[in-house]
Nanobody, 119 residues
Framework: VQLQASGGGLVQAGGSLRLSCAAS????????LGWFRQAPGKEREFVAA?????GSTDYADSVKGRFTISRDNAVYLQMNSLKPEDTAVYYC????????????????WGQGTLVTVSS
């Protein structure tokens, strides 16, 4: 079972990026999915989560109004109005329990994709 994140890159402040995370080895249609990030020298932090149905979402205060999480057979993170402080390695996560995703104790994790926002 693997989660594969992609879409990271270098962008100027105020720009946009769209991250994607797809699963291989099993289907995650009944799983809550989410995104975390870890900046250099900092702890990993929650970014956003979405329920298995897509009907409920959660966001960190720092990204509300700028980032949007969505899903179909994969999970996406549309990031707009990017700031230099959004620079981090972004990870996707999956668990049957959305609370576990939000708390950072999800069962499945993908490798990270680096987002760098220049000022």
């Amino acid at each position: 079972v693997q989660l594969q994140a992609s879409g990271g890159g270098l962008v100027q402040a105020g720009g946009s990026l769209r991250l994607s995370c797809a699963a291989s080895g099993r289907t995650f249609s009944s799983y809550a999915l989410g995104w975390f990030r870890q900046a250099p020298g900092k702890e990993r932090e929650f970014v956003a989560a979405i329920s298995w149905s897509g009907g409920s979402t959660d966001y960190a205060d720092s990204v509300k109004g700028r980032f949007t999480i969505s899903r179909d057979n994969a999970v996406y993170l549309q990031m707009n109005s990017l700031k230099p402080e959004d620079t981090a390695v972004y990870y996707c996560a999956a668990d049957r329990d959305r609370g576990s995703v939000v708390r950072g104790t999800a069962r499945y994790w993908g490798q990270g994709t680096l987002v760098t926002v220049s000022s």
